[in-house]
C-alpha cells in the first residue's frame, strides 16, 4: 500500500490550500483517514481525521478554517485549509488505516500507513 500526497506549497496568509492523498495498491479496506502536520523539532501534531463514514473531527487550531473529507471510491482523503496563518506552516503528512488483500487471498490485519508528507509554506 502506497500513499500519495500532493497539494502543499506557498500561500499568503489568509489564503487557501487543499491537499490531497490517495491510497493503491492492495487495499481490502480503509478505516479512519487523518491528516497530521509537523514543525521542525516537534512531535507531529493530530490536524484532522475522518471517519469511514465521513464524520469529522478536528484539532483545536484548525477548528472553522480546515475541513476534512474523503473520497471512498478513489480512496482518497483530502484537506480543504482556509484562512491559512503563518503557524500553519509545517510538513502535513497523511495517515490511514489499511487492511490489505494478501499475496496467499487473505486479509491482514490493520496497519497504518503514512505518506510521504507535503510542505505547506504562509508567508507573505
Known amino acids: 500500500v502506497q500513499l500519495q500526497a500532493s497539494g502543499g506549497g506557498l500561500v499568503q496568509p489568509g489564503g487557501s490550500l487543499r491537499l490531497s492523498c490517495a491510497a493503491s495498491g492492495s487495499i481490502f479496506e480503509i478505516n479512519v483517514m487523518r491528516w497530521y502536520r509537523q514543525t521542525h523539532g516537534n512531535e507531529r501534531e493530530l490536524v484532522a481525521s475522518i471517519s469511514t463514514g465521513g464524520i469529522p473531527s478536528y484539532g483545536d487550531p484548525v477548528k472553522g478554517r480546515f475541513t476534512i473529507s474523503r473520497d471512498n471510491a478513489r480512496n482518497t482523503v483530502y484537506l480543504q485549509m482556509n484562512s491559512l496563518k503563518p503557524e500553519d506552516r509545517a510538513v502535513y503528512y497523511c495517515?490511514?488505516?489499511?487492511?490489505?488483500?494478501?499475496?496467499?487471498?487473505?486479509?491482514?490485519?490493520?496497519?497504518?500507513?503514512w505518506g510521504q508528507g507535503t510542505l505547506v509554506t504562509v508567508s507573505s
Open positions: 495517515n490511514v488505516d489499511v487492511r490489505s488483500m494478501l499475496d496467499d487471498g487473505t486479509i491482514s490485519s490493520w496497519r497504518e500507513y
